[in-house]
């Protein structure tokens, strides 16, 4: 199959993945839409919102329109980093046996990433980066397609950690959830007060899964456009001679350059997944806020005049 009838088709399974999504999940339509774009991009997406948002349905209803295997892990106080990678025990033959952990799936839903310590939440960087695990000195790949989809309730909350950066850093999107509209609210209330259950089909193979996200790398992307994503990050660093004044009163620190290949990644999967054959400057910006949000640190004089880091990143377009 050509390139073209490839991106053809993966609109048309892409539409039908939402439709398919939208039995369970009502409203969230950006949010649905960022998870999809970080998982055709091959990257891992971040939660946040608060309890009760269906953050963990969104997840679970995901990974089975995407027919692939799925495993949650809770994250707790007392979450050991053996409990997430497995463990090697002694067999009845005396011989060292691998079981292996939760993290041994397609999709790792990890719930509530920040109510364990900084120590547990390390056990998801080599899996995240490298699609691997190290234990007891032996190295095991895991299954491909692989994601990290995390779930985080607001930092303010008791009895959370905060994220440590390059575990931040390995997030591609943070995506933002709010409160559903009145009507969205009614539809959801509807929809789970009856004891009617919605089926969701799988639609695509691991394989699928794998061939899309090479066909969009393999995208054309014009020098003006990863230019634009390059100067966009650099005027997120306060030191940069191209930072805003904005950046330069308000910012901490700003992005790496992990960020401008998830931008263009990203830009590139956006503009597969409505039908065209390379990005412009427009896919960058629709992915620019989810990309940066969690990887620009404010200063206290942001936060004391109540700037968010969603007016800063705009200001930079």
Request: proline letters at 5%.
């Amino acid at each position: 199959m050509s390139d073209v009838a490839a991106v053809t088709q993966l609109v048309s399974k892409y539409n039908a993945l939402k439709k398919e999504i939208k039995k369970v999940i009502v409203g969230q339509d950006e949010v649905v839409e960022q998870v999809l774009l970080a998982i055709f991009s091959g990257g891992h997406a971040l939660l946040i919102g608060v309890p009760g948002l269906a953050k963990t349905l969104l997840v679970n209803t995901v990974a089975e329109a995407l027919g692939l295997k799925f495993k949650r892990i809770q994250f707790t106080p007392d979450l050991m980093p053996s409990d997430i990678l497995g463990s090697e025990i002694l067999d009845q033959n005396r011989e060292f046996k691998f079981i292996k952990g939760p993290i041994f799936a397609n999709i790792i839903l990890a719930d509530e990433i920040n109510r364990t310590p900084p120590k547990t939440q390390a056990a998801l960087l080599e899996a995240m980066q490298e699609r691997a695990v190290t234990v007891a000195g032996h190295h095991y790949k895991l299954d491909l397609p692989y994601f990290v989809l995390a779930t985080q309730n607001p930092i303010e909350q008791e009895g959370t950690y905060p994220l440590p950066e390059a575990q931040l850093d390995r997030f591609m999107f943070a995506i933002n959830l709010e409160y559903p509209s009145f009507s969205e609210e009614v539809e959801v209330v509807k929809q789970t007060t009856t004891g009617e259950i919605q089926i969701v089909n799988a639609l695509f193979s691991a394989q699928e899964i794998i061939d899309f996200q090479q066909l969009i790398r393999r995208i054309p992307v014009a020098d003006n456009v990863v230019e634009y994503a390059v100067t966009l990050v650099g005027k997120t660093r306060p030191d940069s001679s191209t930072a805003t004044d904005t950046v330069k009163n308000y910012i901490d620190w700003g992005a790496g350059p992990r960020a401008s290949q998830n931008l263009i990644l990203a830009a590139k999967t956006n503009a597969a997944l409505h039908g065209k054959f390379s990005p412009d400057i427009e896919d960058v910006q629709k992915a620019a806020i989810g990309i940066l949000r969690h990887r620009l640190i404010k200063n206290y004089k942001a936060e004391a005049e109540g700037l968010s880091i969603e007016e800063i990143i705009k200001s930079l377009y």
